[in-house]
């Protein structure tokens, strides 16, 4: 009587495949258990260089950095301009001059602001939305001679994702943000947006980590 086997021969070669997929998957999914923890991801491998160059740029500029910030709301509110320079404070940053103006008054007084030299960060805060009284982004794109599209893109990125799972009620509140950021004569300029939970999302999962370096880049004295 000839042998039987539970599977014919077509079942078990599907369940070969099977084994080796989800054998590949596992390899992949924990890189880390099978290669150790500093296994590399070539994609996002970076050169020693920037690595030593932007850790050095955070131990060394974060104190160099002197900020201002101009605060835009007609009901003259401060307090995203007070959050902002907590936070700044809180990590190593020096705040030298925090004002609060009207909207349409925010070109006169970054203007009367860039006049300090030893100023060399300025954020700008409100009057990034679409409403008439909203020109925070056209004044500040008057000084502006290299953009940083960038910090805009980040931003409305982080802000997407933070508040997706409430778009069905409040819609994309990334949409109508039209956060920036550049550079004139050597100051970085930020245009954030004003409520508190926006500037304190800029303040601190962008400029804070994001200066150190923007300076040294600007700084005539460091090596790229």
Known sequence: ??????????Q???LTSLFFIFSLLFIFSNKSSVYGENFPDPAYE???KIIQNRSAAKKNWTSRATIG???ASDSLRAESGLIAAGLLKTNGYKVK???TVKNLDLEAA???MLTDSSINVIICIGGTGITPHDVSIEAVNQFIQQPLPGFGELFRHLTYEKTKSLSSQIGLLSLDTRATAGVYNGVLIFAVPGSP????LAVEDIII????????QLSSNEKL
């Open 110 to 112: 970054l203007k009367q």
């Open 1 to 10: 009587m000839p042998s039987t086997s539970f599977f014919t021969l077509n």
């Open 69 to 71: 910030i101009i605060t």
């Open 197 to 200: 939970h926006a500037t304190t």
């Open 97 to 99: 001059n925090i004002m």
């Open 46 to 48: 970076l050169s020693q």
């Open 12 to 14: 078990k070669k599907f």
């Open 209 to 216: 980590p994001g200066v150190p370096n923007l300076l040294r």
